[in-house]
Nanobody
Framework: QVQLVESGGGLVQAGGSLRLSCAAS????????MGWFRQAPGKEREFVVA????????AYADSVKGRFTITRDNAKNTVYLQMNSLKPEDTGVYYC????????????????WGRGTQVTVSS
């Protein structure tokens, strides 16, 4: 099993940047593909970005391509989400998730979830 704890959320003006972190417990972090999802008020949770176990493969939602970057540090058991050029529509609770094997954009494929961190982008 793996436990995930997100951090780095906050309030930022449109055009600003935030860096989210997701720290994982356990010694098997490198065996999990990692993903970030978000949920805006009144909406369903949606895929944002994912990264493979070895950092070699990523997948991005069209809405964040060119603005968000996912990276991971397996030595630190941490995955990061750098968010630039933030827009009000990026507002929501951001969740970190882990799954075995490869990258996926479907949330049902993820086995482990953090509790989320709030990101609010003001206009």
């Amino acid at each position: 099993q793996v436990q995930l704890v997100e951090s780095g959320g906050g309030l930022v003006q449109a055009g600003g940047s935030l860096r989210l972190s997701c720290a994982a417990s356990g010694r098997t972090f490198s065996t999990y593909a990692m993903g970030w999802f978000r949920q805006a008020p009144g909406k369903e949770r949606e895929f944002v970005v994912a990264i493979s176990r070895s950092n070699t493969n990523t997948a991005y939602a069209d809405s964040v391509k060119g603005r968000f970057t996912i990276t991971r540090d397996n030595a630190k058991n941490t995955v990061y989400l750098q968010m630039n050029s933030l827009k009000p529509e990026d507002t929501g609770v951001y969740y970190c998730a882990a799954k075995s094997y490869g990258v996926a954009i479907i949330e049902d494929e993820y086995n482990y979830w953090g509790r989320g961190t709030q990101v609010t982008v003001s206009s």
